[in-house]
């Protein structure tokens, strides 16, 4: 009889939901189970930190949940990072699932959780400690990257809404959607016909929706008239050093 298995997969950002992390999870679980004739009956995805619970990932509860209404007792990962880079939730992860009985397998190398000699045991515990440095040790090449960039933008006059260096990150609206900003603009060079004022966020987010079906927040367009005006300053500012350095 084929056994049946499932397969976890986790990432711990969005930006690699858009990459191909779980194209390849799920390759490298299938492949092994073809190898072993087995069948894989289902896969659930997380995106979340490795160092929260297992039994506060959504799929992972519900793995469990699929796994108990199908009498699966065999989980597949691509490696053990995928369970956790947390030495501690690994171990507790691992001790917790193994009393309820289930089997965990390692893609990278099934021996990982199988060995339960203290020979095992120490690979198992090196391994995590390594997956640990090494996302504590990207995790400080990050900072240290962002605050050289944020330094050097600032003194380039290139700031963000809190008045730091600009390091990268999500775009502005008014980079990703020049229309929306110029439409929203041309609203607030209007006035309203009652107070003889320029038009409040509110109002431009009503007409907004009203006229054009687009649904802005007041907030966002807040935020959008800050950036604009944050954008005219730079401008003002690059042509003024370009003017200097002349």
Known sequence: MCKNIVGY??????????????????????????????????????????????????????????????????????????????????ETSYEYLTKLGYTLISVKNDKTFLDTSPTGILVRQILSTISSFEKNNLVEKLRVSRERKSKLNKSRGLLDRNGKGKCGGKKKL????????????????????????????????KLLLEEHNLSVSY????????????????????????????
């Open 174 to 205: 008014t980079d990703t959607n020049p229309n929306l900003s110029n439409l929203i603009l041309s609203y607030k060079k209007m006035k309203d016909m009652r107070t003889r004022k320029p038009l409040t966020n509110t109002k431009i987010s």
């Open 9 to 90: 997969m986790r990432t711990s950002s969005q930006v690699n939901v858009k990459g191909d992390s779980r194209t390849r999870q799920s390759l490298s679980v299938k492949k092994y189970s073809k190898s072993k004739g087995w069948n894989v009956k289902g896969e659930f995805y997380d995106v979340i930190s490795g160092t929260t619970n297992i039994m506060e990932r959504p799929e992972f509860v519900k793995m469990l949940s699929f796994c108990e209404e199908n009498s699966i007792d065999t989980i597949l990962f691509e490696g053990s990072d995928r369970l956790s880079r947390d030495l501690i939730v690994n």
């Open 219 to 246: 907030k966002s367009v807040g935020r959008i008239l800050e950036d604009i005006e944050r954008d005219k300053r730079e401008r003002i500012n690059s042509k003024r050093r370009v003017s200097y350095v002349g």
